[in-house]
């Protein structure tokens, strides 16, 4: 047995250093000057410097940031009211409702980009804007990792008995879900959360297609940027690799937090 969990311990680092290999390469060859032989030359933080102080790439990691927020919220509890409606009132459903949140999975970038901006981009109205456009398109790519997520934990803690002993409580059934079962799948919304943070951040085809450069993000940055420096280009990438672990820190964090406080408030 301890010989099996040595071997299994090795096989997960070996494979954590392989994947972690070209995010050190890259931090590497961010850090120097040029890298055309055997050996970097010329070590230099200007390329940290110049982005960190510099306006432009600042305010697009703000507007990423900020692209992540509002689908995710939005998309998150559109999730949770309709499996609250189907796994209560439509249980027959949710096979319909599973068939239809998978769908985006086969849903090529491209494909969806040029069939919104054909739908919407000539409607009058709130429709019409390239920001609402992208806010939905984020929605429809996220929603299979967020659906599956959220399901998997609402049926790991058997949410109709608990919703059950909430209504002999005297709790009304929008209420008892609300302030009992997501409290207690919070676990599942944040990973699916976090992964969907993964998923907006690395895009380029959605906002390149339906926003441009008029809603200048860190992919468009990164693409303009690797036009004219490929060292800097990879401080870039560094940097949104660094601020996607410090969101996903900060969100363990909170929740790690939160459950600590709840389980101090049930043993008082």
Not at 84 to 112: H, R, S
Not at 151 to 176: C, D, F, I, Q, T
Not at 240 to 247: A, H, R
């Amino acid at each position: 047995m301890k010989k099996r969990s040595l071997s299994s311990t090795l096989i997960i680092i070996v494979v954590i250093v392989y994947l972690l290999i070209p995010l050190f390469a890259t931090a590497i060859y961010s850090l120097f000057a040029k890298w055309t032989d055997l050996l970097p030359e010329n070590f230099t933080v200007q390329n940290y410097v110049e982005l960190l102080t510099e306006k432009d790439f600042m305010m697009s990691l703000g507007r990423t940031i900020i692209i992540c927020i509002i689908p995710i919220f939005l998309t998150v509890l559109l999730v949770l009211l309709a499996l609250f409606a189907v796994t209560i009132y439509f249980p027959k459903l949710e096979k319909y409702v599973q068939l239809i949140c998978m769908i985006p999975y086969t849903i090529q970038g491209v494909i969806l980009s040029v069939s919104i901006i054909s739908l919407y981009a000539a409607s009058p109205g709130v429709l019409g804007n390239r920001l609402v456009m992208l806010t939905g398109a984020y929605c429809i790519i996220i929603l299979p990792y967020i659906y599956q997520g959220i399901r998997n934990s609402m049926h790991a803690v058997n949410m109709p008995m608990l919703l059950e002993a909430a209504e002999m409580l005297g709790a009304s059934k929008l209420y008892a879900f609300f302030r009992v079962i997501v409290p207690n799948i919070i676990s599942g919304i944040t990973v699916s959360s976090l992964l969907a943070v993964g998923i907006i951040f690395g895009d380029y085809v959605l906002i390149r297609n339906i926003a441009g450069t008029s809603f200048k993000n860190v992919q468009i940055y990164l693409f303009l940027t690797m036009k004219s420096s490929s060292t800097k280009a990879s401080a870039v990438f560094v940097i949104i690799m660094i601020t996607t672990f410090l969101i996903t820190l900060l969100v363990l964090y909170l929740k790690s937090r939160e459950t600590k406080h709840r389980n101090q408030k049930i043993k008082g």
